[in-house]
């Protein structure tokens, strides 16, 4: 594999190992989602295999992962605002959001 490659692997597999993290997810949970073995998904955060199409397309449409941060480390929704979004959701949505973040503060504190 060349350098720029394997450079590319392991930016994406960091990216990877972090948002699973952030959503309080296994390597385990993940590896089942994806159809591959716990210790082949060990390699994607590790950089030593590189992510295919369908794979960061199962990443998106399970948990929300966007591929182009996955691949670029640019975060397209850099724009969320927190305020405008509670004033314009109904009650279910906002406290779908709420039970959301307080989950990861918790699974933070926790850490």
């Known amino acids: 594999m060349d350098d720029y490659r394997k450079e590319a ?15 309080g997810r296994t390597q385990a949970e993940i590896a089942v989602s994806l159809g591959v073995s716990e210790e082949h998904y060990r390699k994607y955060e590790s950089g030593a295999t590189g992510l295919s199409a ?11 992962i966007d591929p182009t941060y ?3 480390g ?27 973040v307080f989950a990861y503060m918790l699974r933070m504190i926790k850490k």
Not at 54 to 64: A, F, M, S, T, V
């Open 9 to 23: 692997n392991m930016q994406v597999g960091k990216r990877l190992r972090e948002a699973r993290s952030n959503l």
């Open 54 to 64: 369908d794979k960061l397309l199962i990443l998106y449409h399970e948990y929300g």
């Open 70 to 72: 996955l691949i670029t």
């Open 74 to 100: 640019a975060c397209l929704r850099n724009d969320f605002d927190v305020d405008n979004y509670i004033a314009n959701c109904n009650k279910e949505q906002k406290d779908i959001f709420m039970d959301r």
